[in-house]
């Protein structure tokens, strides 16, 4: 049975729909794109509930189209009109640059889920996941099961989930201490990459495995730690509470689309600790609700050293890019007349505009970040100027990755150019920046070379904060550094914006004297 | 006790408690601070437990390559 409600509104703002506590599903151009539930994410205003199209859907909402809006089993329809959004005149439709559907996945990102994909590729990510529980068994030794959406769907509905779009495996680990269950992550991360899989750390105990589809998309295998502390269980994302070994273990196996997997013992009790007693019952704009004493371990076991690593990923690949000027920023040209004959390694180098300015006159130059957004616009502007750059990844915030950086520069000496870098960082990648800087400039004599917006931080400030110069200059001679220059003035920002306060520091740090 | 009276009551209990919700909100950093410490002690031992035996061994042929492995496999 259908009905057409008059109170429903489609605008700009968002959605004005009735007061209601279930789900409803949207569809733009006959394909689904979102799911709410009004009660949950709107506030009430006169005639409804008014709720704002998520973020991920915004670049996408400009144009004429069809709207329709029913319930989660679409028997009954709220809306369906076409509307005009936004000033754009074009098709209103979400989809990627190749023209694939997409929709947003349950935690606000935009995805192409499994109704938007062919039956053959959805057997190529079957498949995959397969390899993937094969490698992590025969090759990481854990034994991963099947679990969230996937899971789910072959309990439920004997088949994927429509709007899920990606499969999740976890493994339960025997370890109880979080230091070794990052370990062990550690551990399966490098069989995984001798196994020929691309691998993303996410966090301390959980990893994406990239898997290629023939359609041309990348699709993503979550592989997550599961483990027992005092008693609490403990399931990456963010999922902790009450649910035993005797759960899970020993394996009982689910089948999806012909494809066997090993899932947790007592499936159902599974998935009632992830989606609560109702988990029978379809709801396709389900959000978590995990205990926050729960989440505030995991962020401080596991988590901390990828905070802003997608908003910068999102702004190398996105249109703001382009306001970063091409050429040498004004501290480049300062820096380059100091340099001599050593190499310099461009700590965050961003879109490399001065790492490949520096290497266009022949210098060596190493240009490192920790977004990997980063490192490829900066591979691909060097291939098309035809210039060397040594291009790598470095997170400063994750000791290994500083440790090992400062190793190979301590081996190789370079300069290190750093333009606001500074305010990019936190208390514990400042503390790593000092640690690089004296484990690279201290055998080779070479010099930090530093920029950034001076002075306390703001709330108004953005991915770039102020940083404080004494607070930058007590660290440094903290860490056995020498402040041989420092001046603060009006300077630039990263879009070589007018800045009223810029500080400037060239620091060395010499081999200390033996005292015996 | 009048309205007045126990609304100062109430006010003056208020106020008394400021200091411990502030205590709590110390105490909840500095946990936190604590439980990071878990990724830095296996980031370290990771390090050497890679880097160790090839070191011990003093084979910088081996030393290069789990370095270039290890750097690989991050």
Not at chain 1, 110 to 121: E, I, K, P
Not at chain 1, 159 to 175: E, G, K
Request: aromatic share 6%; charged share 25%; glycine share 10%.
């Amino acid at each position: 049975m259908s009905r057409i409600a008059a109170a429903v509104v489609v605008c700009d703002d968002g959605l004005l729909v009735p007061p209601e506590a279930t789900p409803l599903v949207v569809e733009i151009d006959g394909h689904y794109v979102w799911s709410l539930t009004p009660l949950r994410d709107g506030r009430p205003v006169s005639g409804g509930v008014r709720v704002p199209w998520p973020d991920a859907l915004l670049p996408h909402l400009g144009g004429r189209g069809r709207v329709r809006i029913t319930d989660a089993a679409g028997a009954a329809v709220l809306y369906d009109d076409e509307v005009r959004l936004g000033s754009g005149d074009g098709a209103l439709a979400v989809v990627d640059r190749s023209g694939h559907r997409l929709s947003v996945d349950k935690v606000g990102h935009l995805a192409r889920s499994f109704s938007a994909t062919d039956a053959s590729v959805r057997d190529e990510i079957l498949a995959g996941t397969r390899r993937a529980i094969d490698d992590l068994s025969e090759h990481a030794g854990v034994a991963a099961y099947l679990n969230y959406g996937a899971l789910l769907g072959a309990v439920r509905e004997g088949r994927m989930l429509a709007h899920d779009s990606d499969t999740d495996l976890c493994y339960l680990s025997a370890h109880t201490s979080p230091a070794d269950i990052v370990l062990e992550s550690y551990r399966i991360t490098r069989a995984l990459r001798s196994r020929g899989w691309r691998v993303l750390r996410m966090s301390g105990g959980d990893v994406k495995l990239l898997l290629p589809l023939s359609d041309g998309r990348v699709c993503h295998i979550d592989v997550f730690a599961a483990f027992h502390v005092g008693g609490t269980f403990f399931q990456l994302g963010n999922r902790s509470g009450d649910l035993p070994r005797e759960s899970i273990v020993p394996f009982s196996t689910v089948t999806l689309h012909g494809h066997e997997f090993p899932a947790p013992r007592d499936p159902e009790a599974m998935l009632a600790f992830l989606y609560g007693p109702r988990w029978r019952t379809p709801d396709p704009s389900f959000r978590y609700a995990d205990p926050p004493a729960g989440v505030r371990r995991l962020d401080g076991w596991l988590r901390g050293f990828r905070t802003e690593m997608g908003r910068w990923t999102e702004l190398h690949t996105g249109p703001r890019r382009r306001a970063v000027p091409r050429g040498p920023s004004g501290f480049a040209t300062w820096v380059a007349p100091q340099l001599g004959s050593l190499p310099v390694a461009d700590l965050g180098t961003g879109t490399g505009r001065d790492a490949l300015w520096f290497a266009s006159s022949g210098r060596r130059v190493t240009a490192l970040d920790f977004s990997r957004g980063s490192l490829a616009v900066v591979r691909r502007r060097a291939r098309r100027c035809g210039v060397a750059v040594d291009v790598d990844q470095l997170i400063l915030g994750e000791l290994r990755s500083t440790l090992l950086q400062g190793a190979r520069l301590a081996r190789d000496p370079h300069h290190l150019h750093a333009r606001h870098l500074v305010g990019c960082l936190d208390a514990a990648a400042l503390d790593q920046l000092w640690l690089l800087a004296r484990m690279a400039l201290r055998p080779g004599g070479g010099r930090l070379f530093l920029e950034f917006a001076a002075g306390d931080p703001t709330p108004s400030d953005g991915l770039v904060r102020r940083t404080p110069v004494d607070a930058v200059r007590r660290a440094i001679e903290a860490s056995g550094g020498v402040v041989e220059h420092l001046t603060t003035g009006p300077g630039e920002d990263m879009f070589d914006l007018p800045d009223p306060a810029v500080c400037r520091i060239r620091a060395a740090w010499p081999i200390p004297k033996e005292t015996s | 006790m009048t309205t007045t009276d126990l609304a100062r009551r109430v006010r003056d209990r208020i106020r008394e408690r400021e200091p411990l919700r502030e205590r709590v909100r110390q105490l909840e950093t500095e946990v936190q601070e604590n439980r990071q410490l878990n990724r830095r002690i296996a980031e370290l031992t990771d390090v050497v437990t890679e880097l160790l035996i090839p070191l011990e061994a003093r084979d910088q042929d081996r030393v290069d390559e789990v370095l270039a492995r290890f750097r690989a496999g991050l």
